[in-house]
């Protein structure tokens, strides 16, 4: 079983920048990727950003060039870094683990950003 607990959201004014964190416990050996979601409102969950073992990575065209994931080396902990926040950035972020096709979610966390 693998445990997901996220941190980091809150209200911000556009402009600014936030930083989640993700930590992953349990049977994490074998994951495939790490990676964030979104859902805002009355839209479907959309993915942000995505980090696979070897470290290759992928962002939507919508955060391209103003966020940055990364991962520790024990690789239970992806960040997402989020530069010159827009009032289209709110929504609830889910960290999310592809562990052998077995797909994992956190419990979600609040990103409101102000105009």
């Known amino acids: 079983q693998v445990q997901l607990v996220e941190s980091g959201g809150g209200l911000v004014q556009a402009g600014g920048s936030l930083r989640l964190s993700c930590a992953a416990s349990?049977?994490?050996?074998?994951?495939?990727?790490m990676g964030w979601y979104r859902q805002a409102p009355g839209n479907q969950r959309e993915l942000v950003a995505r980090i696979g073992r070897s470290g290759d990575t992928y962002y939507a065209d919508s955060v391209k060039g103003r966020s940055t994931i990364s991962r520790n080396s024990a690789g239970n902990t992806v960040s997402l870094q989020i530069n010159s926040l827009k009032p289209e950035d709110t929504a609830v972020y889910y960290c999310?683990?592809?562990?052998?096709?077995?797909?994992?979610w956190g419990q979600g966390t609040q990103v409101t950003v102000s105009s």
């Open positions: 999310n683990l592809n562990k052998m096709g077995t797909v994992y």
């Open positions: 349990g049977s994490i050996l074998m994951t495939k990727s």
